[in-house]
């Protein structure tokens, strides 16, 4: 009986002892590591900020003719499209 008690000892004291250093030390030894980080914030740009104004009629006649003309590229392209799905 006596020699199963010596082999728990010889056991279970080391890991108690092992367990209570590291435990101990890391309340002891303080730590070296710290996060940092560092956030950039820019203030949002309006994107009618980055063009120019218009400057007369001439401009924003250009303006209206370049809009048609995508408009009216756009409505050919779906009255073919429209002529494909109708067959």
């Known amino acids: ?7 728990r000892g010889w ?4 890991l108690f002892l092992g367990w209570l250093i590291v435990f101990a030390s890391a309340w002891i030894i303080p ?5 940092e980080t560092v956030v950039l ?4 740009k309006d994107e009618l900020d980055d063009q120019k104004p218009m ?3 001439d401009e924003y ?3 209206v003719v370049r ?11 779906m009255g073919d ?3 494909v799905l109708d067959a």
């Open 41 to 44: 914030v820019e203030q949002q």
């Open 61 to 63: 006649w250009a303006m």
């Open 55 to 57: 400057r007369g009629l």
């Open 67 to 77: 809009w048609l003309a995508v408009a009216i590229e756009y409505a050919v392209e």
């Open 81 to 83: 499209i429209q002529q």
């Open 11 to 14: 056991i279970l004291g080391p």
């Open 1 to 7: 009986m006596q020699a199963r008690r010596t082999e």
């Open 31 to 35: 730590p070296k590591y710290t996060s």
